[in-house]
């Protein structure tokens, strides 16, 4: 098993640029989520899924979007990037959200 | 929304020593409490976990209490090793969203 994966592991945009973050898992876990990391402030979620077909806000929502077409995949886009998401980006999955959450290796993510 | 706080924010213990880290939260709807580990430029992992409906859990020399009258759980770690420093983090579910605490840094003094 894989576990989670994320790519790409390092990425640099301009202001103003669109990008898509990839996560895929392969243990068949209905819950998926993505994090944003910055220094002193923890771990916030930016959305989450419990299935394919659903999605929810985290607390940190604005400027990212995110579907849920398979089990598998849990992408996060980035709209219209701002040096404000300069930051870390965790994927994490689990059996559903009472469970051990599984974090992909992050992406880390530098506007300019 | 859910607001997790976690004290101290870093922590240097001998080696050999017991460590201990404090969240508290404020939804009484929380209903499951982790702990990661996260060394270095590398992922959060998963050492222990709790649920509401029990008040302590221990897994060698990590341990866990949850009191949930006063809504705050700790973690406990016995005979510290060098190998213990990284930071760690509490967090919080309501079986939807997580919310994580700010994280402590430990540093074990070997």
């Known amino acids: 098993n894989a576990g989670v994966t994320q790519t790409p592991k390092f990425q640099v945009l301009k202001t103003g640029q669109s990008m898509t973050l990839q996560c895929a898992q392969d243990?068949?876990?209905?819950?998926m989520s993505w994090y944003r990391q910055d220094p002193g402030m923890g771990l916030r979620l930016i959305h989450y899924s419990v299935g394919a077909g659903i999605t929810d806000q985290g607390e940190v929502p604005n400027g990212y979007n995110v579907s849920r077409s398979t089990t598998e995949d849990f992408p996060l886009r980035l709209l219209s990037a701002a040096p404000s998401q300069t930051s870390v980006y965790f994927c994490?999955?689990?059996?559903?959200?009472?469970?051990?959450?599984?974090f992909g290796p992050g992406t880390r993510l530098t506007v300019t | 929304g859910e607001n997790v706080e976690q004290h101290p924010s870093t922590l240097s213990v001998q080696e050999g020593d017991s460590a201990v880290i404090k969240c508290t939260y404020s939804d009484s709807a929380s209903n499951y409490f982790p702990w990661y580990k996260q060394e270095l430029g590398k992922r959060p992992q998963l050492i222990i976990d709790i649920r509401s409906n029990v008040g302590e859990k221990k897994d060698q020399r990590i341990a866990v209490t949850l009191n949930k009258t006063a809504k705050h759980f700790s973690l406990h770690i016995t005979e510290t090793q060098p190998e213990d420093s990284a930071v760690y983090f509490c967090a919080a579910s309501n079986g939807n969203q997580f919310y994580f605490g700010t994280g402590t840094s430990l540093t074990v003094i070997p």
């Open positions: 243990m068949n876990h209905e819950y």
């Open positions: 994490a999955s689990s059996y559903m959200g009472i469970y051990e959450q599984y």
